[in-house]
């Protein structure tokens, strides 16, 4: 016997019947539709069932919106057939309930599959969130123990001020060794800092152009470890953050508004007018940290600065410091350690030459640890 049904907005194709199982009979109407739905969908719309009835039931299909053909046989007898056969499409929506629950358990396990993606182990999602948990947990610590140690520092640094203002007053040594005094409560506790190359290094009193690489907000804390008074370039909308923002005042970090072209040349011109009064420059060529970890291209200004005043060019790797503390994820402080490679100094009176060369000592750096 050739049955054709059609339920929602589904088609179903013609199948066959064969020996049938008796039902108990049921006397609800709402019942007849609902099984009758229960069965359509029992198999994700991939496996469907025929019923076949002795006679047609008008009011089923008057009712239940479904042409006369669609149910047929007795109210008092339902006949499930064992005959299958498999749809060619995706069976779309038979029942509500049964696909509102379909669904929510489909999204739970594309949840729970894609937190296990390239883990290994059904038992893999934990341990992931557990180390991001803990990443949150050591951020939130690294910003207290930071904060700390800032309000601490800045009191004796605003004592010595007046005195530093008289006797060093472009160098500002004194306030560099509490500078690094901060760095290192802060970040000794969660990193590991390895140092190449220090003999690199000038002499303190001598004044040059430090260039590096810049990945993190770590890098910072980083180079202030190294005990350096150099002057770093920052956003003019950092030095209204209390006591860090006061304290860059206090260290003679020079101000630069970002897009603004009278801004930049007031920048270099007082870089200029430090570096001849005895003070070190430090620039982040590549001018924001890197969103990916490569190298960006570099920006001339610190070299024409160098070449100008004739002043050596010192080039630093640091390695490590964007995976710690990516950009754009201040608030997590990854496991891990930090690398600081102080290269050979270059010298000479092309910016061209000079930004191209320590570009590729500090790309060389880079590719030599990756």
């Avoid at 006949?79 to 739970?108: D, G, I, M, W």
């Avoid at 948990?133 to 010595?160: D, H, Q, W």
């Amino acid at each position: 016997m050739e049955l054709s049904f059609q339920f929602s907005h589904s088609n179903f194709y013609s199948c066959s019947s064969s020996s049938s199982l008796h039902h108990p009979s049921f006397d609800d109407d709402s019942f007849v539709a609902e099984y009758c739905s229960e069965q359509l969908a029992s198999l994700n719309g991939l496996r469907l069932g025929c019923f076949p009835l002795k006679q047609p039931i008008q009011r089923y299909s008057k009712k239940y919106g479904l042409p006369p053909e669609t149910i047929c046989g007795s109210r008092r007898l339902l006949c499930p057939t064992q005959s299958l056969f498999y749809h060619e499409e995706k069976f779309s929506r038979t029942c509500n309930s049964n696909e509102s629950r379909r669904r929510r358990k489909s999204s739970r396990d594309v949840a729970i599959r894609s937190e296990l993606t390239g883990t290994g182990s059904t038992g893999a999602s934990y341990p992931l969130s557990e180390i991001w948990l803990n990443s949150k947990v050591r951020g939130i610590c690294f910003y207290a123990v930071t904060a700390f140690a800032a309000i601490i520092l800045f009191v004796p640094m605003l004592l010595e001020h007046p005195f530093v203002l008289m006797f060093d007053r472009y160098r500002r040594k004194a306030h560099y060794i509490v500078a690094k005094a901060w760095a290192s409560v802060s970040v000794v506790p969660f990193i590991k800092i390895e140092y190449e190359g220090l003999e690199n290094l000038p002499p303190v009193d001598t004044p040059a152009m430090y260039v590096s690489n810049h990945q993190s907000f770590l890098d910072i804390y980083t180079l202030l470890t190294l005990g350096r008074s150099f002057k770093f370039i920052s956003k003019t909308s950092v030095f209204l953050y209390p006591i860090i923002g006061w304290a860059m005042f206090l260290l003679g970090v020079i101000p630069l508004k970002r897009m603004d072209s009278r801004s930049q040349l007031d920048c270099l011109k007082q870089c200029i007018t430090l570096i001849k009064k005895g003070a070190s420059i430090f620039f982040f060529p590549e001018g924001t940290r890197s969103k990916d970890g490569k190298l960006g291209p570099f920006k001339k200004g610190a070299f024409s600065v160098a070449a100008k005043t004739g002043v050596p060019v010192i080039p630093i790797t640091l390695v490590g410091t964007g995976e710690i503390m990516p950009a754009g994820m201040e608030g997590i402080l990854n496991p891990g350690s930090v690398k600081v490679i102080v290269h050979p100094t270059l010298t000479g009176n092309n910016p061209d030459e000079l930004c191209n060369e320590a570009r590729n000592v500090i790309a060389r750096g880079l590719i030599h640890q990756g």
